[in-house]
């Protein structure tokens, strides 16, 4: 089969087609017919620099859309052409820019009939992020209020998507050139961080969902309510705080996406019912990974990259 593999370090010209093995899945396991694959930061940073995956040469990719190929010894909740999506277990499960790749039967859910593949492999890395980030770390709850940095990311607008329906009062930091489809996506404020000091314009917040670090730790905990959860995901970028948490009387958490099939199925439940859509910039096709990635690097997607297989 053919993969997009890099064997250095480096910029997005470091990737290219090759042939590889057919992987055979194993116990518990599938084996998926890739049809789309959702592009993250984490794939360019880890392009790019030294990371959590050890040698070369690699093949990136953790979100994933196709259609099971073959079963492993003991699966029992996937069969030949299900349509399935998932994230491969983070990080080290990499992988899905390929043609076919293996993966634990229960990272992977049935794809609703509402997506195409395109629609749903952009969708389970950062939303996967987001739900855990909300709903197993923060805990939110109807009426909180609940400050997402970054709102038109691939993290960001499934966080306001999903933060909308657990009921929660949503304000964003977006430019304003996306604060009209923010609003479409179901945020209640927004605060154009060129021109606003968001610790003014929202403080008394419960929760913080920061996927930038630098200076917005200390100033997203300045911005919270007593008892209030501050969750960092840009995890290079930021240091825990527990002192200065600790001194303001809230917490702050760091926290890294896992393989979740109760996360899966619940951020597929929402996609079924429209609660929650993804916003794709750009779709590419998989032999152009390197002219996406271009763009990744760039630091400025509204939403996500695709890469479509096949």
Known sequence: MRAISQDSLGGPERLRLVEVELPVPGPSEVLVRVR????????????????????????LG???????????????????????FGMLPYPYGHGSCAEYVTAPARVLVHKPAELDHAQAGAIPLAALTAYQALVDTAD?????????????????????????????????????????????????????????????????????????GGDYTTRSLRTLRPGGVLVSLALTETQPMPQEAARRGVHHRLMLVEADQAGMLAVAELARTRRL??????????????????????????????????
């Open 36 to 59: 789309a694959v959702g592009l993250n930061p984490t794939d360019w940073k880890h392009r790019a620099m030294p990371g959590f995956l050890g040698k070369l040469p690699l093949v």
């Open 62 to 84: 953790w979100d994933v859309s196709g259609v099971v190929e073959a079963v492993g010894l003991g699966v029992t909740i996937h069969e030949v052409g299900d349509e399935v």
């Open 140 to 212: 939110v709850r109807a009426g909180q209020r609940v400050l997402i940095h970054a709102a038109a990311g691939g993290v960001g607008h499934f966080a306001v998507q999903i933060a909308k329906s657990l009921g929660a009062y949503v304000i964003g930091t977006a430019s304003a050139a996306k604060h009209d489809l923010l609003r479409g996506l179901g945020a209640d404020e927004l605060i154009d961080y060129h021109h606003e000091d968001f610790e003014r314009a929202a403080g008394g917040v419960d929760v913080v969902i920061d996927p930038i």
């Open 277 to 310: 859509r993804p916003v794709i910039e750009a779709a590419f096709p998989w032999e152009e990974a390197a002219k996406a990635h271009a763009v990744g690097d760039g630091g400025r997607v509204t939403g996500k990259l695709v890469l479509t297989v096949g």
